[in-house]
C-alpha cells in the first residue's frame, strides 16, 4: 500500500546530483539569494504623516496610563485620601 508512496507524491522532487560542489575542491558554493521585494514601511501601510503617527503614540500612551491607574484605584492599591478631608 504504501510502497511506492515517493513516486507518487507529486510535491517531492526527484533527488539530483548535487552541481553546487565545486570539482576537487570539496567546498559548497553559496546560492544565489532570490531577489527581495522591498518592505513596506509603517505611513505607506498606515498612509499617515508623521505628525499623526506622533499623536496616535500620544493618544495610546494617554489610553493606557488611565487603565493602569483606573486599575489601580479599582482594586484599592492606592487610594485618593486627598478627595477624603
Known amino acids: ?21 565545486q570539482v576537487g575542491t570539496g567546498k559548497k ?10 518592505r513596506r514601511t509603517i505611513d505607506q501601510m498606515t498612509g499617515t504623516t508623521p505628525f499623526q503617527r506622533f499623536i496616535l503614540a500620544c493618544m495610546l500612551f ?10 489601580l484605584l479599582f482594586t484599592g492599591k492606592i487610594d485618593l485620601s486627598f478627595l477624603y478631608y
Open 1 to 21: 500500500m504504501f510502497d511506492n508512496l515517493r513516486q507518487e507524491a507529486g510535491f517531492i522532487e526527484d533527488e539530483e546530483p548535487a552541481d553546487d560542489v
Open 29 to 38: 558554493q553559496r546560492p544565489a539569494r532570490p531577489v527581495s521585494r522591498r
Open 62 to 71: 494617554m489610553t493606557v496610563c488611565l487603565l493602569g491607574v483606573a486599575l
